[in-house]
């Protein structure tokens, strides 16, 4: 009998990896998606994959319990991937509430309807290292105290300890990946390695100018979310639940990893980059530099893909899709 998943955030970047690495594992995938009235579903991020036709989509709201309660009873997972949430962190300063409701409560309202439906599935929180913000070590892991500094990070904070508490109260296997930054060429292009890959591609198609950041000396572990859905998977194979750090222990300036978008694209950075103060943010995370030793060693797992590979993978898929965009 193949094994079950349910993935809510299924539409996400994280989603649509997680979903195309458990299919190639043989599971079969339920994805949990809002319901919208332009399109029925925003499947763009499977469509890319090529594995739109290969998930059950279930609508679902992370808000809703009573609908998650009876999705989880008539699913009946093995496997449960919390990946939904208001993941942009700029957005949950105009959004607060919104964000506390689906980021922080969401994740008890998915833990409920485990406990209540399918106490014996496996359940992993997407914790986030935003939750260090004011860091207060200069290399972080599993020990490092938090300090958050938004109300994403604050929301994060309370899904990865209600996560900890439901294990510890009810059991359940719960575990969760204090996942570092991590993209692709299917990230969101708000977030600013996309931001910036795409801005370099319209330029270099003639079709901007300019590209316009705020702090580029913001510094950030980043990794491939290929590589991070491997480790979600991986950590759901322990025999017992846990806590893990996933990053990639080298961290680069916003403006480093805008130099190697714009060189590999053969264009001077400094010909179109304008900073913006309206873009830098009430309160900021300067630098976040993960430790992911426990991971290695528990289980294995390190990241395959480095920056430079993956920002030109970026520039070079925002470079096809553009340049297909101004042809039609
Ligand atoms: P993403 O691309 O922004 O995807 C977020 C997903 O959550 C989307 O599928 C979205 O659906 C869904 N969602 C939002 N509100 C929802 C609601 N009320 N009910 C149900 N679904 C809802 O994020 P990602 O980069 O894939 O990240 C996946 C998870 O990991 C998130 O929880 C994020 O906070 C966390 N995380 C990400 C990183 C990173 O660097 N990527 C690092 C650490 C932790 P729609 O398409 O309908 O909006
Ligand atoms: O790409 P970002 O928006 O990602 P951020 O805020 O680090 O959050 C991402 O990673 C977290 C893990 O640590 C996740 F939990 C979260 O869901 C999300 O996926 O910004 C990165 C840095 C920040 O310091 C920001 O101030 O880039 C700086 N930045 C400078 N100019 C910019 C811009 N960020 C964005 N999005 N847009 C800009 O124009």
């Given at each position: 009998?193949?094994?079950?998943?349910?993935?809510t955030?299924?539409?996400?970047?994280?989603?649509?990896?997680?979903?195309?690495?458990?299919?190639?594992?043989?599971?079969?995938v339920?994805g949990l998606?809002?319901?919208?009235?332009?399109?029925?579903?925003?499947?763009?991020?499977?469509?890319?994959l090529?594995i739109?036709?290969?998930?059950?989509?279930?609508?679902?709201?992370l808000?809703?319990?009573?609908?998650?309660?009876?999705?989880?009873?008539?699913?009946?997972?093995?496997?449960?991937?919390?990946l939904?949430?208001?993941?942009?962190?700029?957005?949950?300063?105009?959004?607060?509430l919104?964000?506390?409701?689906?980021?922080?409560?969401?994740?008890?309202?998915?833990?409920?309807?485990v406990?209540?439906?399918?106490?014996?599935?496996?359940?992993?929180?997407?914790?986030?290292s935003?939750?260090?913000?004011?860091?207060?070590?200069p290399?972080?892991?599993?020990?490092?105290?938090?300090?958050?500094?938004?109300?994403?990070?604050?929301?994060?904070?309370?899904?990865?300890?209600?996560t900890?508490?439901?294990?510890?109260?009810?059991?359940?296997?719960a575990?969760?990946?204090?996942?570092?930054?991590?993209?692709?060429?299917?990230?969101?292009?708000?977030?600013?390695?996309?931001?910036?890959?795409?801005?370099?591609a319209?330029?270099?198609?003639?079709?901007?100018?300019?590209?316009?950041?705020?702090?580029?000396?913001?510094k950030?572990?980043?990794?491939h979310?290929?590589?991070?859905?491997?480790?979600?998977?991986m950590?759901?194979?322990?025999?017992?639940?846990?806590?893990?750090?996933?990053?990639?222990?080298?961290?680069?300036?916003?403006?480093?990893?805008?130099?190697i978008?714009?060189?590999?694209?053969?264009?001077?950075?400094?010909?179109?980059?304008?900073?913006?103060?309206e873009?830098?943010?009430?309160?900021?995370?300067?630098?976040?530099?993960?430790?992911?030793?426990?991971?290695?060693?528990?289980?294995g797992?390190?990241p395959?893909?480095?920056?430079?590979e993956?920002?030109?993978?970026?520039?070079?898929?925002?470079?096809?899709?553009?340049?297909?965009?101004?042809?039609?």
């Open positions: 009998m193949a094994k079950k998943a349910l993935v955030g299924i539409t996400g970047q994280d989603g649509a990896y997680l979903a195309e690495l458990l299919l190639q594992n043989g599971y079969e339920y998606a809002r319901r919208s009235s332009t399109a029925d579903v925003n499947l763009t991020r499977l469509q890319w090529g739109e036709g290969d998930v059950r989509i279930v609508d679902g709201d808000l809703d319990l009573s609908g998650l309660i009876r999705t989880v009873k008539d699913v009946k997972p093995d496997e449960v991937y919390n939904g949430a208001q993941s942009f962190v700029k957005s949950s300063w105009q959004q607060p919104l964000t506390g409701q689906v980021t922080a409560l969401g994740v008890t309202n998915v833990l409920e309807a406990r209540i439906e399918r106490p014996e599935a496996r359940f992993y929180q997407a914790s986030s935003e939750m260090y913000g004011l860091i207060q070590e290399m972080q892991s599993e020990e490092t105290p938090f300090y958050p500094r938004s109300p994403y990070a604050v929301a994060k904070l309370y899904g990865h300890w209600i900890i508490n439901y294990r510890e109260s009810f059991g359940l296997h575990s969760s990946g204090i996942l570092f930054n991590h993209e692709s060429p299917l990230r969101g292009i708000e977030f600013v390695t996309r931001k910036v890959t795409d801005a370099v319209r330029i270099k198609l003639g079709l901007a100018k300019e590209l316009r950041l705020g702090n580029i000396d913001a950030r572990d980043w990794g979310s290929k590589d991070y859905v491997r480790a979600m998977w950590m759901l194979q322990q025999d017992v639940a846990d806590d893990y750090v996933i990053a990639t222990g080298r961290t680069t300036t916003v403006r480093d990893m805008c130099a978008a714009f060189k590999h694209a053969g264009l001077n950075m400094e010909d179109h980059l304008v900073i913006d103060p873009l830098f943010r009430p309160a900021e995370v300067d630098v976040l530099l993960g430790n992911p030793e426990k991971a290695r060693k528990k289980f797992w390190e395959k893909i480095g920056l430079e993956m920002i030109v993978e970026m520039v070079e898929a925002d470079l096809k899709r553009l340049a297909r965009l101004k042809a039609s």
